[in-house]
């Protein structure tokens, strides 16, 4: 099996809720909790955090070593890069990538992922998710996402990448124009508009108008109450969280008005 890693990207400077990967959820800062469900998986080789080389990050360099997992430093903006220098530092052949604002992420969701493009010969994709940014469509909730490629697609990527935003999102190169078919209920296939083989899984029926992720204080408030409604179990599952929302709508109603940002979109501090 090809060496499979996730990198969880992490910075402190966040530009609508700043210093949120270590802002506590439940007792333990929040890339604690995306750190130690992403270990759950059976599917990874290893895990380690991506952070910058600006000073501001030193304690989530600081944290990771606490923690005892792996930390590359490098580009505040140019995401790509920074995904790029550590895939190489660890011999990774499938990168996975996670954010450190998404708490709930689950296990087997990733494992579902890296399967499409480690597991399945007859599929054979470059790149796999759970979800693709608008003007994409999503069937799980926005929290849960999931990005899996092989290391030849992001190496061409960061080789070839000159937008922004596909430096700053990593993976919109790749994926960019995909033209997807619903192949069955939980799998849409596809090519994108330079040649990447593409595969997405859905979730029927649809949850992906549910925001489970942390961009703004909003969010934060909105998952500190959920994660007091699912208590001390750790092993939680996605829908564990979902039937919780589903008992309590208001808890929705913390969140509801906050935006989600779309593929082009990018921070511009990058470019100002």
Known sequence: MPKTVAIIQARMGSSRLPGKVLLDIAGNPMIQHVIERTQRTHSLDSVVIAT????????????????????????????????????????????????ADCPLIDPEIIDQTVQLVTGNQSLNPDFSCNRLPP???????????????????????????????????????????????????HLALGTSQRGFHIAQLHHTPDHGNLRWTVDTPEDLAFIRELFTHLGNNPNFTWYDALQIVQQHPELAQINAGVRHKTMTETDNRATG
């Open 135 to 185: 003007p994409f469509t999503r069937t799980f909730p926005i929290g849960l996402d999931v990005e899996t490629c092989t290391f030849t697609a992001l190496e061409r990527a960061w080789r070839e990448a000159t937008e922004t935003f596909h430096r700053e999102h990593v993976m919109p190169f790749i994926y960019e124009g995909a033209q997807l078919t619903l192949e069955t209920p």
């Open 52 to 99: 910058t080389t600006d000073p501001s990050d030193d304690p989530v360099a600081a944290f990771a070593v606490s923690m005892g997992i792996p930390c590359t430093r490098g580009s505040l903006h140019d995401v790509l890069d920074r995904y790029y220098q550590a895939a190489k530092a660890h011999n990774a052949e499938v990168i996975v990538r996670i954010t």
